[in-house]
Structures are given as C-alpha cells and as structure tokens.
C-alpha cells in the first residue's frame, strides 16, 4: 500500500505492480540466458549438420556464425528478448523504471541535493558543472538507459535500479565485487579509488571488508555522484566523490595504492584507451595495483562470438565489438605499468566443457596491472 509520506529515495515507492513487472522482467532474461540461448546453441548445430559440416559448412567467424544464426527462429527470439526486455525494464509506461523514477522526480532530486550541499561542505563531494563529455559518452544511450546517465537528476537511481536484471541470476549484485577481492594481491591497501563509480557498487562494498581504507570514486555523471553520496550517509561510512573524466584527472602523482574498474573499458572507444591507461598509472603509487573486471568471448567459438556481439548490438553498447580484440595488456606496459596479465575469473564464469552439447558462454577477465 502506497504511503502518504513522501518515499526516502531508497524507495522511490516500488509498490506491487511494480516490483511484480520488474520480477517479470527479471525472469524473462534469466530464461533468455537459459533456455533460448540454449535452443539456439542446439538449433545453430544441427543446422550445421544439415549443411554438411565435413564440406567446410563450419563457420571460421562471427560473420560467418551469423550467415547461419540469423535464419534460426530460436536465434531470432534471443535477439528479440534482449533487446525489448531492456526496454520493457527502463521504459515501459507506469512499470518501467525511468517512467517510475520521473513519477518522484522531484522528490528524488531534493533527497540527493540534501545530501550534497553536507557532502560538499564537508569537502567530500566535488562536482563540475562545467565538465565537458566526451562526444562518445554523451551521444551513446548505453544501455538503452533513456538519456544516459548524467542528463537527469534521476539517473544514478534508474542505473542502480537497472541492475536488478542485468546479471538475473544473482540475488545479490554487489557478489560479483566481493569475489573479485579475493583476485587482488595479498597487500593493505591504503586508498583506493573506484574509477566509473557509476552506482557505487564497488567503493561501497571494498568499505564493508575494508572500513579503514580512504575510498575515492570518480565518475563524469553528476547524478550517479550523488547517488553514491547518499548510499555513503545512509551507511555511515566516507567515499570521496569527484566529477571528473578518466582522462584528466587532478589526483596528484602516485596517489593510490588500487584502482578497480567494473565493465569500463568496452564502453570507451579505441582511441582515449592509451591516455586512460597512462593517466591511471599516474596517479597509483609505485607497486600500485588496477584491476579492471571485463568480458571477452570464448576463443574458437564463432558462435559465442557472434551471440556477444549481438547483445552490444542490441543493447547499445557500440564500443564492445572492439573491446573483444583490444591489447589492454600490452597497452598497460607501454602506459608504465611494469607488470601486466589476465586472470579469469573463474568463480563467476560457467565451467569449461568438451560437451558438444554444452553451448559455449562468455569469459570474464580481470586486468591485473601493476606499478
């Protein structure tokens, strides 16, 4: 039952019918990722067979895989249900999320001012309202988020919201960052700095085991800012929250002792890669560590390949095709990083099978560089 009392922004008054459709939503893409992706897996082999895969049928690439994919009506649902279930979750009338959020816009909007104007004062929230976006951040709805994370007061509660459904298989979101400590080197870590805080998932949970460390965030998007300040009071607990670009950042030299980053890099394009690296190496102290958790396709599976790039396609994610062959390694030691190496993170990736009738899944790495 829907209170008189306006909601704390917590809540944004996630009443029955809201929550059912969002479950509703949340379920659909679990059996996306389930059982159609697995129709279409068993679909794409037989159709090999019925092409003859002793007569060079079987595709050497994604392009090829494709040739093959897009006549396949399991394939074509898949693609359908990405595409339309993240539409359904952000923008459909009453029961999507941004049209929620909008609902209590104004409410939302004087929560996390509140909190600014103390976090300010206090000197722990800096924010820029003369930065500049970068032309591929600012015109790319990434996600299908409408507007993008920083054109609304609402944003930064819409893409916390929003990660509900992203990975449906986890009751708790914040999982993926606590087994992605156990990946760093055995050391302290003094101050630590969250790049692309986003909704503050990581910041936030390195405090719950590490309440000692001086957290940062940093992030272009204002509204996401303020969310993670907020979160911040509502735990008690200090993150240090700045707007800037990656790219330009006013941390003095050898600054921290860890960088971590979460699905950041497939959202930027080729070309700032080489200055966020060096920019990132010059602000760690000297046996200072980044960690960045990624995905990359399966190698040799042409068909794993082409299902990962339907999903950037589908999902507006324009920059992850190139993402999936970028050096980062070998970029990382041209930026000044004298150690840098891939570690998969196995505890989150599906077991690797020899069973044909297994469908291949993705990979996650984390980019481990070092100082």
Known sequence: MRSNQPA?????????????????????????????????????????????????????????????????????????????????????????????????????????????????????????????????????????????????????????????????????????????????????????????????????TWLESHPDSEVHGVDIAAPCLKLVNKRAMERGVTVHLSQQAVEAMDYPDDHFDLILSCFMFHEIPPGPTPGILAEIARVLKPGGVFAGIEFLPKEDSPFQEAMMLTTAYTNNEPFAPASYTYPYADQAKEAGFAKAEIVWFDKIMAPASDNPAVPPRTRYPIYLFEK
């Not at 090829?64 to 394939?75: E, I, Q, R, S, T």
């Not at 979750?89 to 941004?98: A, R, V």
């Not at 929620?100 to 206090?122: F, G, M, N, P």
């Open 8 to 204: 704390d922004v917590t809540d944004v008054l996630e009443d029955r019918s809201f929550r059912a459709f969002q479950s509703f939503v949340r379920a659909s893409r679990a059996y996306m990722d389930t059982v159609v992706y697995e129709d279409t897996w068993h679909s794409y082999r037989r159709a090999l067979t019925d092409r003859g895969e002793g007569n060079g049928a079987v595709p050497q690439d994604a392009d090829a895989a494709f040739d093959v994919l897009d006549a396949l009506p399991a394939y074509q649902l898949y693609a359908w249900m990405y595409r339309h279930l993240q539409r359904f979750k952000y923008s459909y009338p009453d029961y999507g999320i941004h049209p929620k959020a909008e609902s209590e816009a104004a409410h939302i909007a004087r929560e996390l001012d509140t909190a600014a104007e103390t976090a300010i004062a206090a000197g722990t929230l800096r924010l820029n309202p003369d930065i500049a976006y970068p032309d591929y951040y600012r015109l790319t709805d990434f996600h299908q988020h409408p507007g993008g994370v920083w054109s609304d007061d609402i944003d930064g509660l819409v893409y916390e919201l929003g990660r509900r459904t992203t990975r449906p298989h986890e009751d708790d979101a914040n999982d993926l960052y606590r087994l992605a400590f156990s990946y760093l080197p055995k050391r302290d870590y003094a101050r630590v700095l969250d790049w692309g805080t986003g909704q503050g998932g990581f910041a936030l």
